[in-house]
C-alpha cells in the first residue's frame, strides 16, 4: 500500500532562514503527492501538489517541493522563513487504485523563532 | 462562499450518549470527505462520498459510526454509542473532483471530547 513518512515530528527554525520538512514515499509508480497546512485550530489547506510534468512544484506562501524518484522523496521547502509560517505540515499520497483519496503523514509541526 | 461548514465546534458529551457532527459543504461540491484527528494516529480518513453516495466507509472505525448525506449541501457523522477513545477532532472536506484535479476545502473541524 502507498503511504508517505515524514521524518522529524517538530522542525524549528529562526526567523529568515531555510525551511526543509522532509517527506519520503513508498510506492512502485509513480505517485501523486501533497502538501497541506494546518494553522492552530483551523482545517487543512493545500500548499502544493504534484501530479505530471515538472519536478520542481511552487506552492503559496513561498513554499516548493521537487520530486525526486531516485530518493522518493517530496521535501518540502522555503528559502527564509516568516513568523506566519508557524502551523503543522503534512505530507499525502493519493494511492493508485483510488485517486479520491488521501492518506496523510504523520505531521511536522514548524515553529518559527524570532 | 462561506467555506465548509460544520457544528458543532466543540462537543462535550459522557460515554455512552449519542454524538452526531453536521457539514455543509461547498456549493456545487460532488465529493465530501470525513477525516479523524487524533494525536496517536495523524489524520485518517473516516468515509467519502460523490454525489450523495457512500463510495469508501473502510476507514470507519466499527458499527458505532455511521454517516449519512441526504442531499448534496447537508452530511452527517454520528457516533452510538459514544466512547472515550472517539475524543478527536473530526474534520469534513468537499471538492469539486477527486485530488488529483481539484483542491479538497477542509472545514474548522468538531473537537469531540467523551468523558
Known amino acids: 500500500a502507498q503511504s508517505v513518512t515524514q521524518l522529524g515530528s517538530h522542525v524549528s527554525v529562526s526567523e529568515g532562514a531555510l525551511v526543509l520538512l522532509r517527506c519520503n514515499y513508498s510506492s512502485s509508480v509513480p505517485p501523486y503527492l501533497f502538501w497541506y497546512v494546518q494553522y492552530p485550530n483551523q482545517g487543512l489547506q493545500l500548499l502544493l501538489k504534484?501530479?505530471?510534468?515538472?519536478?520542481l512544484v511552487k506552492g503559496i506562501n513561498g513554499f516548493e517541493a521537487e520530486f525526486k524518484k531516485s530518493e522518493t522523496s517530496f521535501h518540502l521547502t522555503k528559502p527564509s522563513a516568516h513568523m506566519s509560517d508557524a502551523a503543522e505540515y503534512f505530507c499525502a499520497v493519493s494511492p493508485q487504485g483510488n485517486t479520491d483519496k488521501l492518506i496523510f503523514g504523520t505531521g511536522t509541526r514548524l515553529q518559527v523563532f524570532p | 462562499d462561506a467555506g465548509v461548514i460544520q457544528s458543532p465546534r466543540h462537543e462535550v458529551t459522557e460515554m455512552g450518549q449519542e454524538v452526531t457532527l453536521r457539514c455543509k459543504p461547498i456549493?456545487?461540491?460532488?465529493?465530501l470527505f470525513w477525516y479523524r484527528q487524533t494525536m496517536m494516529r495523524g489524520l485518517e480518513l473516516l468515509i467519502y462520498f460523490n454525489n450523495n453516495v457512500p463510495i469508501d466507509d473502510s476507514g470507519m472505525p466499527e458499527d458505532r459510526f455511521s454517516a449519512k448525506m441526504p442531499n448534496a449541501s447537508f452530511s452527517t457523522l454520528k457516533i452510538q454509542p459514544s466512547e472515550p477513545r472517539d475524543s478527536a477532532v473530526y474534520f469534513c472536506?468537499?471538492?469539486?473532483?477527486?485530488?488529483?484535479?481539484?483542491?479538497?476545502?477542509f472545514g474548522p473541524g468538531t473537537r469531540l471530547t467523551v468523558l
Open positions: 504534484y501530479t505530471t510534468g515538472a519536478t
Open positions: 456549493s456545487g461540491h460532488d465529493y
Open positions: 472536506a468537499s471538492s469539486l473532483a477527486g485530488p488529483i484535479t481539484d483542491t479538497q476545502y
